[in-house]
């Protein structure tokens, strides 16, 4: 067991910015990450023995992420950092870590919980099929280990990574065969007044838009992905676009829509959660300096609130300066306030990117009945119904009668979607069916773990 005063848990561009502002004021914070190298899921490095240059990685960002990976680089031996090192459970000063097949309990005084995102997956026919990929999933392929998910690629779903990863596979050379956007061009058009808030970011989208149609990549509006086929693997895609279904052959998919925070750890620490409607999802509560409703547990991050990567670095220093301020230190009052309106300013892009790329609403209504949504339990969407027929309403109690959410992935994977089916099944609000209960391991953990000695 070791103790050390302040953990962050997450090297992504927040906890890494935390971590150098702790370290500024003369702390030595322990900063734990399950990844290999740091940089979070933006600035992920490829391997060390990669030699790929940044800008081919990172495309525009390659100087964002050298300054993030330098930055990390840089506080060498005035952090204690444990890469490869996932915590699976968390409770009021402990944290439960596996690193090499070894379990250990790190005690900490103060916490910052920067655990970032993962893909928003809404299922469709198919959608277990190998070949099938998260957007996410897709540019980790790709960043990290340099190779694409297949030759001939459909990119599908919405939000800013899709047309990101479609672009970042074309400019590596994978075939591109389409982008299906079930977002309409008039929701694109009317958030521009709200986009235009952050110029430099809207000149990237449309660049990237832009690109895929100038190399004769065919970019569909409005197009509902509506089923994968294959038998084997993937072979081909099926959308609806107006009135008219349309096909193709493919050999990989790569689908989201959007992004979900990763919010297990705050809610196993006790975090108070509220409704987010921008976010459609329950998040838990941070103040506007980043303390969450526990005592010595502050928040930054997309895991928070989806706000993105720059907005992620503000928050990490945020949120360092507000527990610095909390512990007894003289910190920057004007740093703070400074940050806190660039936080604001990003917060009005995001809602305009919630215009542009509107959550598909109607999705439920048309989940057929035998399409899997929990993948590790095996729960179709007609189990999950037929739970609210029986009378069952609450997502914690429609888990406990036909066990979706129980696997692997602890509901990660399929919880949201589950509870779009719940609400469209029992006719009540997306926001009065609850949320899942965290579960410690968060995730899989192997058999025969060692203690630590
Ligand atoms: C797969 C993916 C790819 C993305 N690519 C882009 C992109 O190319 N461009 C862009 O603008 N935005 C991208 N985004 C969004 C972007 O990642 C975020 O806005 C930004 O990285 C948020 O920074 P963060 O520090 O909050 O979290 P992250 O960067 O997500 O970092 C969180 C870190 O916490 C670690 N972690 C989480 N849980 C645990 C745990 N239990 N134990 C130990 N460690 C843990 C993770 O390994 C990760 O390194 C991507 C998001 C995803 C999910």
């Known amino acids: 067991m070791s103790t050390t005063d302040i953990v962050i848990v997450g090297a992504g561009p927040a906890g890494i910015r935390a971590a150098q502002t702790l370290v500024a004021y003369g702390e030595q914070p322990c900063l734990i990450d399950e990844s290999a190298r740091g940089g979070g899921q933006i600035y992920r490095r490829q391997p060390a023995n990669f030699k790929r240059p940044a800008k081919a990685v990172y495309g525009f960002e390659a100087a964002k992420a050298q300054a993030v990976h330098a930055t990390l680089d840089g506080l060498g031996g005035d952090i204690d950092y444990r890469p490869e090192t996932l915590v699976w459970n968390a409770e009021q000063h402990a944290l439960d870590t596996l690193a090499h097949g070894v379990a250990a309990q790190v005690r900490y005084k103060q916490l910052i919980v920067a655990t970032g995102a993962t893909d928003r997956i809404l299922p469709v026919p198919g959608w277990t099929l190998p070949g099938v990929y998260s957007l996410g999933a897709a540019q980790i392929a790709l960043k990290f280990q340099g190779c694409a998910i297949a030759e001939r690629v459909v990119f599908a779903g919405s939000g800013p990574l899709l047309y990101l990863v479609a672009y970042q596979y074309a400019r590596a050379g994978a075939k591109v065969l389409a982008v299906l956007d079930s977002a309409p061009l008039s929701a694109q058009t009317r958030a521009l007044p709200a986009l235009l808030g952050q110029p430099a970011t809207l000149a990237k989208g ?3 838009r832009a690109w895929l149609t100038a190399h004769g990549i065919p970019v569909h509006q409005r197009a509902e992905l509506r089923a994968i086929s294959g038998q084997q693997r993937v ?27 990763e919010t297990q750890l705050a809610d196993l620490l006790g975090c108070r959660f509220t409704w987010s409607p921008l976010n459609r999802a329950w998040l838990p509560v941070r103040d506007d300096r980043g303390r ?36 007894g230190q003289h910190i920057d009052e004007t740093r703070v306030g400074h940050l806190q309106r660039k936080l604001d300013a990003i917060q009005r892009f995001r809602r305009g990117l919630e215009i542009a790329f509107p959550f598909p609403e109607d999705w439920a209504t048309r989940a057929p009945d035998a399409m899997t949504i929990c993948r590790c339990e095996e729960v179709s969407a007609g189990d999950i119904r037929q739970t609210v027929a029986e009378g069952h309403w609450e997502l914690n109690r429609v888990k406990a009668m036909c066990r979706v959410g129980m696997g692997r992935c602890q509901g990660r994977m399929c919880g949201l979607a589950a509870a779009e089916i719940v609400a469209q099944a029992s006719g009540r609000d997306i926001a009065s069916v609850g949320r899942l209960r965290g579960q410690a391991p968060i995730k899989p953990l192997p058999f025969g773990v060692d203690a630590e000695r």
């Open 206 to 208: 449309l660049y990237y």
């Open 235 to 261: 072979s081909g895609v099926q959308w609806r676009e107006g009135e008219h279904m349309h096909s193709l052959d493919c050999d990989a998919v790569a689908f989201a829509h959007a992004l979900r925070s």
């Open 292 to 327: 969450s409703s526990v005592e010595g547990v502050y928040l930054a991050g997309d895991g928070a609130g989806i706000m993105g990567a720059d907005a992620a670095e503000m928050a990490g220093e945020l949120a360092a300066l507000t527990l610095l301020g909390d512990c």
